[in-house]
C-alpha cells in the first residue's frame, strides 16, 4: 500500500504541476494556477499521514516506510526548485515571456549552482532523517526499527557522495572553451614577437594589373 502511495504521489505531483501551469499561462488564470501548484505538498501530508497510521495499526516498519520518508525529503529538498525551473520554462513557451536563464558551465559560477543544487539534497537527508527518527520513537522498539535506520545511512550517504561531485567544481572549476581571436590578443599584449603569423594573402587582382 506505501509503494502504490508513493507512486500514486509521484503522478500526482507531475499532474497537478502541469494542470497548474497550464491554468497560469494557457488558459490566463494565475489565480488557480498558483492555487493548484499549492496543492503539491498536501501530496506529502497524505503520504505521511498514510505511513503512520500504517505503524500505528501495527505494520512492522520496513523498507517500505523508509522509502516513503526518503521520498518526502527529496520533494522537500529539490521539489520547489523542479517547480521554479518548469515554470520558468513554461513562462517563457506559454506565456511569451523572456527565455530563463540557464544554469552556468564554467569556473566558480558552476560550483556554486551546484552547491545550492546539494543543499537541496542536505535539506531532504535532514528531513527523511527527522521522519525516520519520529518513526522509530513512536515505534519504540529496537529491533524493529533496524531497516529504518538503515534508510538513515543511506540518505546521509547519498548526502555525502553528492557533496564530494559538488566540491570537485570548486577544486577544479571547469574552464570555459578557449577563443583563439581572444587568445592572439593576449599574447600579443605580453610579447608582440609570439603572436602566430597569419598567413598572407596574395595580390588582389585589380593590384595586379596597376
Same mark, same amino acid.
Given at each position: 500500500m506505501? !509503494?502504490?502511495?508513493?507512486?500514486?504521489?509521484?503522478?500526482?505531483?507531475?499532474?497537478?504541476?502541469?494542470?497548474g501551469l497550464a491554468a497560469r499561462y494557457l488558459l490566463r488564470m494565475p489565480r488557480t494556477g498558483l492555487a493548484l501548484l499549492l496543492c503539491e505538498p498536501l501530496l506529502e501530508v497524505v503520504l505521511l499521514v498514510v505511513t503512520a497510521v500504517d505503524l500505528r495499526n501495527g505494520a512492522d516498519p520496513s523498507w517500505k516506510h523508509g522509502l516513503a520518508a526518503v521520498y518526502i525529503?527529496?520533494? !522537500?529538498?529539490?521539489g520547489h526548485r523542479t517547480v521554479k525551473w518548469l515554470d520558468g520554462h513554461a513562462a517563457h513557451r506559454l506565456g511569451?515571456?523572456?527565455?530563463?536563464?540557464?544554469?552556468?558551465?564554467?569556473g566558480m559560477a558552476r &560550483?556554486?549552482?551546484?552547491?545550492?543544487?546539494?543543499?537541496?539534497?542536505?535539506?531532504?537527508? !535532514? !528531513? &527523511?532523517?527527522a521522519l525516520l527518527l519520529i518513526a522509530t520513537w513512536y515505534v519504540?522498539?529496537?529491533?524493529?526499527?533496524?531497516?529504518?535506520?538503515?534508510?538513515?545511512?543511506a540518505a546521509w550517504r547519498a548526502v555525502g557522495i553528492h557533496g564530494l561531485i559538488a566540491l570537485s567544481y570548486a577544486i577544479w572549476p571547469k574552464k570555459p572553451p578557449q577563443d583563439p581571436a581572444r587568445e592572439r590578443s593576449a599574447v600579443a599584449a605580453r610579447d608582440p614577437e609570439d603572436v602566430p603569423d597569419r598567413p598572407v594573402r596574395g595580390p588582389r587582382k585589380d593590384e595586379e594589373q596597376v
Open positions: 506505501i !509503494v502504490t502511495l508513493i507512486v500514486i504521489c509521484e503522478v500526482g505531483f507531475w499532474v497537478l504541476l502541469a494542470a525529503g527529496y520533494t !522537500v529538498g529539490h511569451g515571456g523572456p527565455p530563463p536563464p540557464k544554469p552556468p558551465r564554467h &560550483a556554486r549552482h551546484e552547491g545550492a543544487v546539494w543543499l537541496g539534497t542536505l535539506v531532504g537527508a !535532514v !528531513v &527523511a532523517t519504540g522498539d529496537a529491533g524493529r526499527t533496524e531497516s529504518l535506520k538503515g534508510w538513515i545511512l
